[in-house]
């Protein structure tokens, strides 16, 4: 079995940028990775994106949330996540259940053993092996994710969520800090609010030094 690793953090934390560094580093030692995404990371699943994060989507209720992304997961797992296990290779996922429980558990409100449950119903209760949490200023990140959303143009506004209150980016916040909390062996929380070069030093060492318990040699 390869290894899961999965990226989380509030809007504009600056993960996928990370995600593609450290990709980038792991093939520089000769290891290959998948580099993933949620939703997404399959033709279904980033169909279902697009319905999720469309900015005019207003009326999506929070319940309605959970089962999109429960089924882009559900697709993305069968097609992605777990023949890439199997086939040993590291996939690294920019986000992955633990957004589910933050965004639409701890912030929208839906019951958290409703989500815990569709989770082991549907999902198997896939869990990464190591969960980065990159935790920034929140006026930081949603100023740095409003600018790029209104560069990328209306059309493809994926600005939903960040179009949402302070208070709800907060909870989300909690949220991940609440999960964090839960399984702290998984967990590494990653400090990003400084430069770009010395987050992605902290994150190669949490992840080389997983690699290693694994038995992987970096
Ligand atoms: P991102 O790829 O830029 O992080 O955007 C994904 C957005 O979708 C982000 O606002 C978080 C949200 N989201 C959920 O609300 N629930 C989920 O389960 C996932 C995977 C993402």
Redesign the pocket.
């Known amino acids: 079995m390869g290894l899961f690793i999965s990226f989380e953090g509030t809007?504009g934390c600056g993960?996928?940028t990370q995600i593609q560094l450290l990709a980038k580093f792991l093939e520089s030692r000769g290891i290959a990775c998948i580099l993933t995404?949620?939703?997404g990371g399959t033709a279904v699943g980033e169909a279902i994106r697009e319905i999720?994060?469309r900015s005019s989507n207003t009326a999506l209720i929070p319940l309605t949330?959970l089962l999109l992304?429960t089924a882009a997961r559900v697709q993305h797992i069968h097609e992605v996540i777990m023949p890439g296990l199997a086939a040993g290779r590291i996939v690294l996922c920019?986000?992955?259940?633990d957004?589910?429980a933050a965004?639409?558990g701890y912030a929208a409100g839906v019951p958290l053993e409703l989500i815990e449950r569709s989770h082991e119903l549907f999902c198997g209760n896939l869990a990464p092996d190591l969960t980065l949490l990159l935790d920034c200023p929140l006026e930081l990140g949603i100023a740095r994710?409003r600018a790029r959303n209104k560069a990328a143009g209306q059309e493809l506004s994926?600005g939903r969520?960040?179009d949402k209150e302070m208070a709800f980016h907060a909870k989300v916040r909690q949220g991940y800090f609440a999960r964090a909390d839960k399984a702290p062996e998984r967990f590494h929380i990653i400090d990003a609010g400084e430069t770009i070069e010395s987050i992605h030093e902290n994150i190669v060492s949490s992840v080389t030094a997983k690699l290693r318990e694994k038995g992987y040699a970096v």
């Open positions: 809007e993960k996928t995404r949620e939703p999720f994060l949330e992304v920019d986000r992955f259940f957004a589910t965004y639409q994710s994926e969520f960040e």
